[in-house]
């Protein structure tokens, strides 16, 4: 379980999070959407201790992010920033072996290897494994960052806009790879999401952030209704029911 | 390419590596003015002594420098998150040598290793500086930290060259900021040994520094001790400066050359890349060493004037060719 209870956060003079209190149960998929600005990125960074708490507590699984020790933490929590520009001339083999890095503290043991060949086979990055990270396309090194993160094994994964770059294929086995390790393996994923559709067909549950403030969480069922939309986005758009998938038609 | 196929390639390359460090070695040994042929030593006390006073003690100084100044710089451009920056052009050199001044004025009698010392504090009070203002210019703009490197140092370097004329101590300035090996003999090297145990600690600690450079975000989320990684990291950089600075004087272009060379061929995952830079910049400097005892026999040319010519022809090189094989 992720606490957040009364975090407000002030950068430069103004009023970034606003008295944030949410609670993100263990286990399961939950969106975390909204419009630019909304203070997304910043509520991650708090969470995955990235950024100093100003005010108010975070805990996951119960350890306060801001006294628990980082290596602590790097057993629990992964993150992938929205913009991690990791510019640094790894092979993909080595940098997704750096997931590794909080449980073996550099030494890769035979486990470790078979986790990090498992994570580039299931992001599709075996035949890149030996290229130079510099040299892949932008959506290949986002695709090699996610399956670091993933081979981090950690049961508290934090993603900003981990679809950013992606192509259809690659998006679509990354949120069914989600859904299948919460499922299975009870991890639970928060992940920043711009396209609606995918919180719709993927997340268990949506939080929904504008101007610093949640201003609406629930099952996604229950925020996936036009009303609710349109308050956070600021347009109307329909919701329909297509093949038992509740579906936002948004581009009218 | 298969991993075994890479396996025995990187073999032939380590041992074509050692086999040239061991040549440059043992040819280090037997040139220069003083007769000495290889097959004299045995039958020669005369020779024996010449090599264990005197040359022995230069190569092996020629050896750790080049080692530890090539590692300084690889370190640097870690902590700098730029590949074009080194410890003898941004600053950190000028301060070691502003330092060695300061010692040599306040307590003239100090022996090598309180030099040693002062240098290694001021180095690491101008690197820090340096990194602070670098961490600021915007990381679109790769060229702006090495030239913003160039006038912090020109200044810092002017401040000592100023400072020296006015104390009248400007030939000692004169010896820290042009690296020589010529003086060096058994008794005066060995600080540099200081310097080696340092290249270790970098390879001990080779992973955390490799994320170092995939930033504080990455690194934290691994749960790196990010700050306290960037403090070993200028240690390291100002205590190799200053004891190179402090033993043999500045040595440039080895800090950029090597490491820029190895991350062309090998990237930058240091834990096996560091033992290619180490040897890169002990090579590097040995034959400079030696080009520079033949190049006007009888007489020398110091190692600093020849790898400021040859470094920098390197140096082009890499940066003229640095799209083609990405
Ligand atoms: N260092 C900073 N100084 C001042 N303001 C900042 C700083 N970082 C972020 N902000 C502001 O905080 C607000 C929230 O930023 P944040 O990155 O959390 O938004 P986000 O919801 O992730 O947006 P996006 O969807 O565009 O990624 C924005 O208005 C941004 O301009
Ligand atoms: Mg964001």
């Known amino acids: ?252 | 390419m298969t991993a075994g196929s890479l396996g025995s390639q990187n073999f032939a390359y380590q041992a074509i590596g050692a086999a040239t460090l061991l040549a440059l070695f043992v040819a280090s040994l037997f040139v220069g003015v003083g007769e000495l042929a290889i097959g004299s030593l045995a039958s020669d006390p005369e020779a024996l002594r010449l090599i264990m006073i005197s040359r022995l003690p230069r190569t092996l100084a020629a050896l750790l420098a080049g080692s530890a100044l090539a590692i300084a710089g690889l370190v640097m451009q870690t902590l700098a998150r730029n590949r074009f920056v080194e410890p003898s052009t941004a600053g950190t050199a000028q301060s070691a040598a502003l330092g060695i001044l300061v010692v040599t004025l306040v307590w003239p009698d100090a022996s090598l290793g309180w030099k040693a010392a002062g240098a290694a504090v001021t180095a690491l009070a101008g690197t820090s500086v340096f990194l602070m203002l670098a961490h600021r210019l915007p990381p679109t703009q790769p060229f702006l930290v090495p030239l913003f490197g160039l006038v912090y140092g020109g200044v810092i370097g002017a401040v000592a060259i100023f400072a020296a004329w006015h104390l009248d101590l400007l030939q000692y300035l004169e010896v820290w900021m042009t690296g020589e090996f010529s003086g060096i003999l058994r008794g005066r090297y060995e600080l540099l040994w200081v310097a080696g145990a340092l290249v270790v600690l970098a390879w001990w600690t080779a992973d955390r520094l490799t994320m170092l450079s995939l930033g504080r975000d990455v690194s934290i989320g691994l749960g790196l001790n990010y700050a306290g990684m960037l403090r070993l990291g200028l240690v390291i950089v100002s205590a190799i400066t200053a004891l190179a600075v402090v033993v043999v004087g500045t040595i440039p272009f080895v800090g950029l050359v090597a490491p820029n060379i190895v991350s062309r061929f090998a990237g930058e995952n240091l834990r096996h890349t560091l033992p290619w830079v180490a040897g890169g910049g002990a090579a590097l400097v040995l034959a400079c060493d030696i080009i520079g005892r033949l190049i006007r026999f009888p007489y020398e040319v110091p190692v600093g004037t020849i790898l400021g010519v040859v470094g920098a022809v390197l140096f082009l090189f890499l940066l003229l060719g640095r799209n083609r094989n990405g």
């Open chain 1, 1 to 252: 379980m992720i606490e957040i209870a009364g975090v407000s956060l002030a950068l430069g003079g103004s009023r970034i999070l606003d008295n944030v209190s949410l609670t993100v149960p263990k286990g399961g998929v939950t969106a975390l959407v909204g419009p630019n600005g909304a203070g997304k990125s910043s509520l991650l960074s708090l969470i995955a201790r990235l950024r100093p708490l100003q005010s108010g507590r975070i805990t996951v699984d119960g350890l306060p992010v801001d006294t628990t020790p980082s290596r602590q933490l790097a057993r629990i929590m992964a993150i992938l920033r929205q913009d991690p520009g990791v510019a640094s001339r790894l092979r993909v083999a080595e940098l997704v072996g750096f997931g590794r890095f909080p449980h073996n503290r550099g030494r890769l043991t035979a486990k470790d290897r078979e986790i990090v060949a498992a994570s580039l086979e299931q992001f599709d990055l075996s035949d890149l494994a030996l290229r130079f990270i510099d040299t892949l396309s932008g959506g290949q090194r986002q695709r090699a960052l996610v399956a670091m993160t993933f081979c981090q094994g950690t049961d508290y994964i934090l993603l900003d806009e981990p679809l950013n770059s992606l192509d259809m294929f690659h998006a679509r086995n990354l949120m069914r790879t989600l859904r299948r390790i919460a499922d299975e393996h009870g991890k639970t994923v928060l992940i920043v999401l711009h396209d609606i559709n995918h919180a719709a067909s993927y997340a268990d549950r949506i939080v929904a952030m504008k101007d610093g403030a949640v201003i609406a969480s629930g099952e996604t069922g229950d925020i996936i209704r036009p009303d609710i939309l349109e308050s956070i986005f600021g347009f109307s758009m329909r919701v329909e029911n297509i093949a038992g998938r509740l579906t936002v038609l948004h581009h009218a």
